[in-house]
């Protein structure tokens, strides 16, 4: 049981519902660990005293704004205050300085206008509602009052509002900071075209959200998003890059999902070129990072077939030749060095250079990867290029990093995918050292009259992956050899 609560007939308590998570009720009979429990919609079960969880009986029916303020602090607790709040269009709630977002899948405009934000510009923390301004706000003035650089953490599982409540911070940030015009453009602006641009290229559809970023860059192979606005808006752009239809391309057809409800990829692609023109890129520099797209495209078009050679590749037919060709020219290469990067290998050691052929099969490989690293670079390039023409000042002392990062999702079978050594980091650092050891720590400074919570942090798993010398990443490399 959550917490040591004495029950009695006529206690208000929440038990676990296999449909509704959570149903409340009170308790009508007590027969030691046997709690015979009124549910509000009106049956009746026995369970045991272990599964059940007090309910504030003097909870406001509105909910708090902070669930620092909750009698129990308990899962039901939690969600049933989200609830109260919801139902009343309050989407935010704090508990302390965390600010808790639930995704009302409506545009709410009212709650960020400029209004908004020049009512939260100074305003005390915890003064006025819950709101990201507020979080952007308590921050801006600690980094400009104390000196000190501050991160703002954005989680949660796929589709939950983390990239929207991102885009509400810097919109705020731009704010307070940008006021500087800089060939035509704000600061504000900028900052707030480069989501549009970072979107286009590193997005992609997922089951759970149609501007996912979830895979981020690591799977450039479900990130069409632009490829098929590429391919929809301009036709002269499509017989420059000698592009066709999305299903004719490997890298664009894994997902046999071309369009998407609501989205125009024509509007959306002469958005991704506008924004790209106000973040700084000039024709020139636009002409070539398109050119790199298509010409990836190309280069997942390549298939191979065994060489001359014993375990040997080469370009399988005339079409994979046409693409090879076509990649190379687009990427301003040689078509025999590009050829060569996807069938052969150079191994170089102290003594000599080795050059290997490479079997189909691993031509592929190495093709998908050339792919992958080229566009990985490429997108390295848009980031680098957005802060400096947003006019980052290197010599800056201070800076606010807001980090957009989805949570642990737990899913059947999670992959390597959903869940990195980064984001155990974050979960120890985050849960483990700031929520609980901190406060606890708070608790004790002040002599509060406490009792120790107890939680499991993941200092195990974190040693398992990183410790030396017995760690899984240590062990790998001294197997080979580093
Ligand atoms: N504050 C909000 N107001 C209105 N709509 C919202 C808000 N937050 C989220 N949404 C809606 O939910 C959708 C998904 O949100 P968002 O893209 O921010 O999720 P996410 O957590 O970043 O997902 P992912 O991890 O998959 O990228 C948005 O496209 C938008 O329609």
Known sequence: MAAAMSLVVGSLV??????????????????????KVLCTSGKTVVVKASNIYPKDAEAPPCGVDDMTKLAYLHEPGVLDNLRSRYDINEI????????????????????????????????????LSPHPFAVADAAYRLMINDGISQSIL???????????????????????????????????????????????????????????????LSQIFLSFLSWLELYQAKFQDVKRYKLGHPKTFHYLNQSNCYELDGVDDSEEYIA???AMEVVGMSSNEQDAIFRVVAAILHLGNIEFAKGKEMDSSMPKDEKSWFHLKTAAELF???????????????????????????????????????????????????????????????????????????????????????????????????????????????????????????????????????????????????????
């Open 14 to 35: 929440w038990l676990e519902d296999p449909e509704e998570a959570w149903i409340d009720g009170e308790v009508v009979e007590v027969k030691g660990e046997q709690i």
């Open 272 to 274: 991704t070129r506008r």
């Open 154 to 216: 954005v989680s949660g599982e796929s589709g939950a509002g983390k990239t929207e409540s991102t885009k509400l911070l810097m919109r705020y940030l731009a704010y307070m900071g940008g006021g500087a015009v800089a060939e035509g453009r704000t600061v504000e602006q900028q900052v707030l075209e480069s989501n549009p641009v970072l979107e286009a290229f590193g997005n992609a559809k997922t089951v759970r959200n149609n501007n996912s970023r979830s895979l981020f």
């Open 332 to 482: 301003k290469c040689d078509v025999k060095a590009l050829e060569d990067s996807l069938c052969k290998r150079v191994i170089v050691t102290r003594d000599e250079t080795i050059t290997k052929w490479l079997d189909p099969e691993a031509a592929a490989v190495s093709r998908d990867a050339l792919a992958k690293i080229v566009y990985s670079r490429l997108f390295d390039w848009l980031v680098d290029k957005i802060n400096s023409s947003i006019g980052q000042d290197p010599e800056s002392k201070f800076l606010i990093g807001v980090l957009d990062i989805y949570g642990f999702e737990s899913f059947k079978t999670n992959s390597i995918l959903d869940i990195s050594s980064v984001h155990l980091y974050l979960l120890y650092y985050f849960v483990g050292q700031h929520v609980f050891k901190m406060e606890q720590e708070e608790y004790t400074k002040e002599e509060i009259d406490w009792s120790y919570i107890e939680f499991v942090d993941n200092q195990d798993i974190l040693d398992l992956i990183e410790k030396k010398p017995g760690g899984i990443i240590a062990l790998f490399w001294m197997k080979h050899g580093k």
């Open 92 to 127: 935010y709630t704090y508990t302390g300085n965390i600010l808790i977002a639930v995704n009302p899948f409506r545009r709410l405009p009212h709650l960020y206008d400029s209004h908004m934000m020049a009512q939260y510009k100074g305003a005390d923390f915890g003064e």
